[in-house]
Every structure is written in structure tokens, then in C-alpha cells.
């Protein structure tokens, strides 16, 4: 059993299918060999045995609550099933006869959230196809987090203990505040928006600002220029109630929103369309199809469905 969910594991890996959960597994698998080690392959049983055995050896699987929607393309054999919505425990050796140490991962999909409470009362939400990862030392000296996608953050003042996330090279961090985090890997913009106290934003490079409530940092990945706005910080974490604000977004990054609210693909064939700018609320109490005319009004467009979870906007 555990050699065909390797099989398909390593094969979604390779092919570019796999979830972020699922590259997490293998990168971190992949890391365990020391000194390039000759890695283990599926060339015959044996080594597809000593493969299974050293990836799953090193992962503990707990389950999370039920995600509210059900879909059968979501099942996967065995263990690779609990990655729809599910706890990883990852361990890792240190140097030496020390013990191991954990680092916990949390992963959200497409249409589901999660609010986690850490160890030390700090809440988070995190929203739909997102990974947040809680690193081994957290609340020894610092309070580290990885994250991609995007979360809300309640942060527990600890003076002695910074609050520090890391997102693709973007360093936030505080000592206690509430603030957002849109940092989703397919969408040129990183976010970082405050709601109470002061949260800094920075690259490896140099300090890009400060924030007070109000203020929301905008980072573009591709020429790394950094704009400060005013905003309501309500309107950016109005996605936990399942209102998602699109603002001045491309038809790309509408469709990646709109992916990950509603689980639905978005394309399109015609370039005019591509290259037009969206500004709404999604909505995932509503239908997909009242979505899509919101989606359709703002520009005149039509809709299809092309397939059972596949939409094509066209003139």
C-alpha cells in the first residue's frame, strides 16, 4: 500500500501536480539525505520499500476537521488522503544524540479554511490553498512561521518572544498586533495589511516600512518596488466570513481567487479579456453562477461551463 502512494506521491511531484502539502513531504524527504546520498529509487521492490519506509518514517499524519464540501477527485489512497485538510508532523534529527524536534504544518484547500490556535494564544486564520508551517524552535527565543498563501493573524503581545513570518523572502514581524498576510506564490502582489498595533516589513536587504493600523504594504515581486495605502482593514479579512475583495486585480489573478474561494477554474481564449482589470467581492455564501454574474457584469462578458468545475468567460 504504501509503495503505490509513494509511487503517486512522487510521480504528482515530478509531473507539477502536486499540493503544496504534498512538495512540502518530498522536499523535506528529499533534505534528509546527507552529503548526496545515493537516494533510494522504484527501479524494484526492494527499493521502492527502503523509499516508502524512509519518507513515511518520518511523517506523522493527525486529522483536522472535515473540510465543509466533499468532492470524490479528492480522494486519495491511504494516507495521502488525510492531506485534504490535515495536521503534518514532520521530524527532523538535529546534529549528534540530540531528540527530535518538530515542526507542525497546517494546510488548507481550495474553498476551505482554518482557524488555529498556537501554543502561545496566538489565533490564526488561514485561508483557502494555503500553508503555514510553525517552525521546531517556536517560542524558545523567537516566534518563527513560514507561510504561503494567506492568514490573519492575532498575535499575542510577548515582549521578550518576536512574532516573525517568513513569506518568499519577506520578513513581517511584531511583538503583539492583529495584521493580514496575502502572500499566494501565483500573484505578483505581496500584502501585508495592519489592523491594531505596529508591524514591520522587510527583505534581507533592508527595512520596506513600518505600519500602523490602516496601512497596508504592497510588494510587487517583479520590480520590488513598495507602496504604503490607506485601507479598511476589515474589507482585506473579510474572507473569514467568505467574502473575498478583488481590487483592481488581472483576469490571472482574478482566476486564482476565484480558484481558491470557490474551487472553480476561470479561463479564457480571448486576449482583450486577459488583459482586463476586475474590482468586486467574492462571495462563497453565494452560488458559483451568482458569482460569475458579478464576475460578468463589470465588462459585459458571457459565461460556459466547459467542464464540470471549469469556466470560460468570452464576449
Keep these: 500500500m504504501k509503495q503505490r502512494i509513494l509511487k503517486r506521491l512522487l510521480k504528482r511531484y515530478h509531473n507539477g501536480t502536486a ?5 512540502f513531504i518530498v522536499d523535506r524527504w528529499y533534505d534528509s539525505f546527507a552529503d548526496h546520498d545515493q537516494i533510494p529509487g522504484l527501479e524494484d521492490d526492494l527499493a521502492a520499500g527502503e523509499t516508502a519506509q524512509r519518507i513515511f518514517g518520518k511523517i506523522k499524519f493527525q486529522r483536522l476537521t472535515k473540510a465543509w464540501y466533499y468532492r470524490p477527485g479528492y480522494q486519495i489512497a491511504g494516507c495521502l488522503a488525510l492531506l485534504s485538510a490535515s495536521l503534518l508532523v514532520l521530524y527532523t534529527r538535529h546534529e549528534g544524540n540530540s531528540p527530535l524536534q518538530h515542526a507542525v504544518v497546517y494546510h488548507t484547500l481550495k474553498g476551505q ?13 488561514l485561508n483557502a490553498n494555503s500553508t503555514m508551517e510553525v517552525l521546531p524552535e517556536y517560542a524558545k527565543e523567537t516566534r518563527q512561521i513560514k507561510l504561503t498563501g494567506e492568514a490573519y493573524f492575532d498575535v499575542k503581545h510577548d515582549q521578550r ?12 514581524q511584531v511583538l503583539g498586533t492583529s495584521f493580514n498576510i496575502s502572500a499566494y506564490p501565483v500573484l505578483n502582489q505581496l500584502e501585508v495589511t495592519v489592523r491594531t498595533g505596529k508591524v514591520s516589513v522587510s527583505n534581507p536587504q533592508a527595512l520596506l516600512a513600518t505600519l500602523l493600523p490602516g496601512k497596508s504594504l504592497h510588494y510587487n515581486r517583479t520590480n520590488h518596488q ?12 473579510a474572507w ?13 489573478e482574478l482566476a486564482e481567487i476565484f480558484s481558491n474561494t470557490l474551487n472553480v477554474k476561470l479561463v479564457s481564449k480571448d486576449k482583450e479579456i486577459n488583459n482586463l482589470q476586475f474590482r468586486l467581492s467574492l ?6 453562477d451568482d458569482n460569475l454574474k458579478l464576475i460578468a457584469g463589470i465588462h459585459q462578458l458571457k459565461y460556459r461551463r466547459i467542464e464540470s468545475n471549469v469556466i470560460e468567460l468570452y464576449k
Design 240 to 252: 473569514r466570513d467568505g467574502r473575498t475583495l478583488v481590487n483592481d486585480a488581472s483576469f490571472r
Design 19 to 23: 499540493n503544496q502539502a504534498e512538495r
Design 283 to 288: 462571495d462563497r455564501k453565494l452560488s458559483v
Design 226 to 237: 513598495v507602496t504604503v495605502t490607506d485601507e479598511n482593514p476589515e474589507l482585506m479579512i
Design 161 to 172: 518572544h518576536p512574532f516573525i513570518i517568513a513569506t518568499q523572502g519577506i520578513k513581517t
Design 113 to 125: 479554511t482554518q482557524k488555529i490556535l498556537l501554543k502561545d494564544s496566538t489565533a490564526v486564520w
